[in-house]
């Protein structure tokens, strides 16, 4: 049974960092891309950015320059390191594969961005 867990959320400044964390139990993490997902409220689920297993990585447009995905395939562990972050980065953050598995979706965790 896959099982995603994402940490490392907060409440951090204009202009901070943050680094979110997505420890994955089952056979996802052998076999899919990864990828951070971010919703925020009154809008869509968006991609972030992913990873594949061999570590080609793509982003959203919006955060190109300031989000790195990484992933340590020995830990099953995805990360997102977020830089220069912004009041419109505020969103619940997820991970899942991609394309994402609808049954895979966690509880996410909360980035809020404000000063």
């Known amino acids: 049974q896959v099982q995603l867990v994402e940490s490392g959320g907060g409440l951090v400044q204009p202009g901070g960092s943050l680094r979110l964390s997505c420890a994955a139990s089952?056979?996802?993490?052998?076999?899919?891309?990864m990828g951070w997902y971010r919703q925020a409220p009154g809008k869509q689920r968006e991609l972030v950015a992913a990873?594949?297993?061999?570590?080609?990585?793509k982003y959203a447009d919006s955060v190109k320059g300031r989000f790195t995905i990484s992933r340590d395939n020995g830990k099953n562990t995805v990360y997102l390191q977020m830089n220069s972050l912004k009041p419109e980065d505020t969103a619940v953050y997820y991970c899942?594969?991609?394309?994402?598995?609808?049954?895979?979706w966690g509880q996410g965790t909360q980035v809020t961005v404000s000063s």
């Open positions: 899942n594969g991609d394309p994402s598995v609808p049954a895979y």
């Open positions: 990873i594949t297993r061999g570590g080609s990585t």
């Open positions: 089952g056979s996802i993490f052998s076999i899919y891309a």
